[in-house]
């Protein structure tokens, strides 16, 4: 008798849940996308066929991908794992997981992708909620290797081991995030240094130009190599503490981002979706770019595979 296919519910088909979708689908799963959006359900089919071209997985593997519009009518005995990726609302999130804990079976895990809630604010009410973790990809989920798993002060060890495992078995590089933290690990980096490039801008000490050659040609260039803690290994922690010494009290430590950045969003200036931000956009330019970016992380993509064989 063939062993059964894995099957994995992912709870929201928008930006996240659909590029979730590719990912367990060239991995051979059995998927089914929940989302109250017809226009989000008839858009998947599609997405998941163009996103499996891009990880070079056959695109019989979206015959796997089934979609629907309310949660009972998923085949939860079969379902191995919950992914909710439904959108940044906490009471939301808490109703969601009151109906998912009476729906799936009592070993299913379930993960959520939020970026913005404590795993322990979203499953605290849950009798079971040992078995809830973060499950944190990085967009574009399905060519981002990164994902963060999270364990709350509840979760059961063995789940988070548990998703860990199963993340390395789908080609991602997850890390154990064994602290609820706001932010986590790699949203807390990124806001830090988020907030001197914006302050930096804000001073008038360089352009947005400026701020984003510095980072992707200069230390930003050497980092799909080593992060920056190998990179002080061979540099010398000596060395960094004697610059830090030096840097460290003219780094800004503002509690709120700089006025400008409240002044760009208040004016509607959001960047792409609204053709507008640092840069304007049209639609060519869109196209344009996001191709760009696809084709570098894809080729980000083979360096780390090339790297590891």
Known sequence: MAERKRAVAIIGGGVMGGDIAVIFAAGGWDVHVMSPSRRTRDALPARVVAGLGKLGAPGAAAAGVAVYRELGALPWTAIDLVVEAVT????????????????????????????????????????????????????????????????????DPAVAARLVALMKELGKAPIHVTKDVPGFVGNRLQHAL????????????????????????????????????????????????????????????????????????????????????????????????????????????????????
């Open 88 to 155: 940044e609302d906490i009471e939301l999130k808490r109703r969601l997981y009151a109906e998912l804990e009476r729906l799936a079976r009592p070993d299913t895990p379930l993960a959520t992708n939020t970026s913005t809630f404590p795993i322990g604010e979203i499953g605290k009410a849950l009798a079971t909620r040992s078995r809830v973790a973060g499950l944190h990809f990085f967009m574009p989920a399905h060519l981002v290797p990164l994902v963060e798993v999270i364990s709350a002060g509840f979760t």
């Open 194 to 309: 988020m907030r001197e490039a914006l302050y930096l801008i804000a001073d008038g000490v360089t352009t947005p130009e400026g701020v984003d050659t510095a980072v992707r040609m200069g230390f930003g260039f050497r980092f799909i190599a080593c992060g920056p803690v190998m990179q002080k290994e061979m540099s010398g922690w000596d060395t960094h503490l004697y610059s830090g010494v030096s840097v460290y009290p003219h780094l800004h430590d503002e509690k709120e981002p700089p006025a400008m950045l409240r002044k760009m969003v208040d004016g509607g200036r959001l960047g792409m979706k609204a053709r507008h931000g640092f840069w304007q956009w049209d639609d060519a330019k869109l196209a344009a770019e996001r191709a760009r970016i696809e084709r570098c992380l894809r080729a980000g993509m083979e360096i780390l595979k090339s790297d590891e064989r």
